[in-house]
């Protein structure tokens, strides 16, 4: 009497098989992290990946981010979305920094206050005007509490961002993104709450989603609203519910105000690409605008002392 029935014997194969597909990407991703060459993106030929112009037709390549390293990060990072995978680097770093900063020697809460201070913690209105630390509403945009509360913010970022980078263009989504969670932070520290996490930010996105092609009903901008209402109020609902299931505080002046940043700019901004060369100018300067304060806002906080 065979004791495998043939319903037991159908699990068992395609168990199998379904072991078998994932052992067979895994070494193909493998292979692919780890080869030696590149293809120019203007002949199509395979060359060296250190090379940085292609011997058969003179193109200049790229050579950052095409060794190992690089190959891996980009199987997990957006492929289409420069921005927003260097938002989500940047928040990944300084979250580390964060922890190596902290010495808690807890694993579940890796994060101290005094590091979360010293880097840039939002404050209240009050201290805000009595220390002159205004960077704070820059710097607190990229710090996180803890493991959930980066987690929930970079997997947003992760589905948000590549859509709203695709609809207006890299110079615009960036320059949003940081002008919602600066004005975010604003409104927070007005409320009289510390706060901190790129959560106003990630609402102004929203905002830009339930205002996208406002007063045209073609399909795509019709979705591109209804995902982003089906987004905020989840999102309004749990920022309500979320310190009464054991979540920590959640500062809901700081998502109300990116939201409606985030929707005022996005009645104001076209979505539609610069076509002037006046125009592209201007949105390649307010995005230089934006790097250097964010980059200044860092620099001001590695200079200043913790008092």
């Known amino acids: 009497m065979d004791l495998i029935t043939p319903r037991m014997r159908f699990r068992w194969n395609r ?14 991703s493998a292979r692919g992290v780890f080869v030696e060459q590149k293809m120019c993106p203007s002949c199509r030929a395979l060359v060296n990946r250190r090379d940085r112009q292609c011997p058969y037709c003179g193109q200049r390549l790229r050579v950052l981010g095409t060794g190992p390293a690089g190959r891996l990060l980009s199987r997990f990072l957006p492929q289409t979305a420069p921005v927003t995978s260097l938002l989500l680097l940047g928040n990944l770093l300084m979250f580390a920094v964060e922890m190596l900063l902290s010495h808690t020697g807890s694993l579940l809460q890796p994060v101290g206050n005094t590091a979360i201070v010293r880097l840039g913690l939002s404050l209240p209105m009050p201290l805000m005007l009595a220390s002159g630390q205004y960077w704070r509403w820059v710097t607190a945009m990229f710090l996180h509490a803890g493991w959930m509360h980066i987690g929930f913010n970079m997997l947003a970022l992760y589905y948000l961002g590549p859509t709203c980078e695709s609809l207006y263009g890299p110079a615009k989504f960036l320059s949003i993104y940081l002008a919602t969670g600066f004005i975010g932070n604003i409104v927070a520290s007005a409320a009289n709450t510390a706060v901190l ?39 309004l609902l749990f920022t309500v519910a979320g310190p009464a299931l054991g979540f920590g505080e959640i500062s809901l002046a700081a998502h109300l105000g990116g939201l409606l940043s985030g929707a005022a700019l996005g009645r104001l901004i076209s979505d539609r690409p610069p076509l002037t060369a006046a125009s592209v100018s201007l949105w390649r300067g307010i995005q230089l605008a934006a790097i250097v304060i964010t980059l200044g806002s860092f620099f001001l906080m590695i200079r200043t002392p913790l008092t």
Do not use: C, P
């Not at 996490?197 to 009903?217: D, E, K, N, Q, V």
């Open 197 to 235: 996490g790129a959560s106003g930010a990630l609402f102004g996105l929203l905002g830009l989603m339930i205002t996208y092609g406002w007063g045209r009903h073609d399909g795509m901008s019709r979705q591109v609203r209804s995902q982003g209402w089906s987004w905020t109020i989840f999102a």
């Open 15 to 28: 168990w199998k098989n379904r072991w078998f597909r994932t052992r067979e990407s895994a070494r193909e």
